[in-house]
């Protein structure tokens, strides 16, 4: 695709349930990462993968948060018994190859934990 | 202390005014220096990016990097409204994860 896609865009769950994020990463590129923005801050890193695995997932507040991305390209960011503390933007960005640094990023799904 | 400072502003400006963004950092390992400028509701779109120290200039836009005081700059010469949005400083190791300022909104006064 042309860029980094991410769906939803917005989803609206009640304390306690599970969701799921969906990030698809501009076509070939091999890194990917989880951000999460909360209001008035910066994105904060989450969860690295290089292709398959997860190379870094050091930024995961806690084991209620897991992503996997099974084929190395679509990765999928799984929250459990959400809380509301969990409300933010979440962001997922791809890497443009070795030798740079250089991060996509996409719109972002903003989750709102009721 | 934040492994990266950036005054959140918010910072005004009347349009044509040159504007200058900062951040300062502490970790000696960063060598990758990026400025994402972010519209609301938006995910952040890269504006600018530096390898090391130095300088870089595209258009309105200079980078400034000076690695010995840890201190990053973005200057916006000729600022449009268009410019309006929240600029991120990041910076990174090579091919580790990104490290983000907090954001300076900024808002250019027609």
């Known amino acids: 695709g042309a860029g980094v896609s991410q769906t939803p865009s917005n989803k609206v769950t009640e304390k306690g349930k599970y969701v799921e994020l969906r990030c698809d990463p501009i076509s070939g590129h091999t890194a990917l990462y989880w951000y999460r923005q909360s209001l008035g801050q910066g994105p904060e890193f989450l969860i690295y993968f290089q292709g398959t695995g997860a190379a870094d997932d050091s930024g995961l507040p806690n084991d209620r948060f897991f992503a996997v991305r099974p084929e190395g390209s679509v990765s999928t960011l799984k929250i459990q018994r959400t809380e509301r503390g969990d409300s933010a933007v979440y962001l997922c960005?791809?890497?443009?190859?070795?030798?740079?640094?250089?991060?996509?990023f996409g719109a972002g799904t903003r989750l709102s934990v009721l | 202390q934040k492994e990266v400072e950036q005054d959140p502003g918010p910072l005004s400006v009347p349009e044509g005014a040159i504007v200058s963004l900062n951040c300062t950092y502490s970790n000696s390992a960063f060598q990758y220096f990026m400025w994402y400028r972010q519209y609301s509701r938006k995910g952040p779109e890269l504006l600018m990016y530096?390898?090391?120290?130095g300088n870089k200039e595209d258009g309105r836009f200079t980078a400034q990097v000076d690695k010995s005081s840890k201190y990053i700059s973005l200057f916006i010469r000729d600022s449009q409204p268009s410019d309006s949005a929240t600029y991120l400083c990041a910076m990174s190791s090579v091919g580790e994860k990104l490290t983000f300022g907090t954001g300076t909104r900024l808002t250019i006064i027609p």
């Open positions: 530096t390898y090391s120290s």
């Open positions: 960005a791809s890497l443009a190859g070795q030798g740079t640094n250089i991060q996509y």
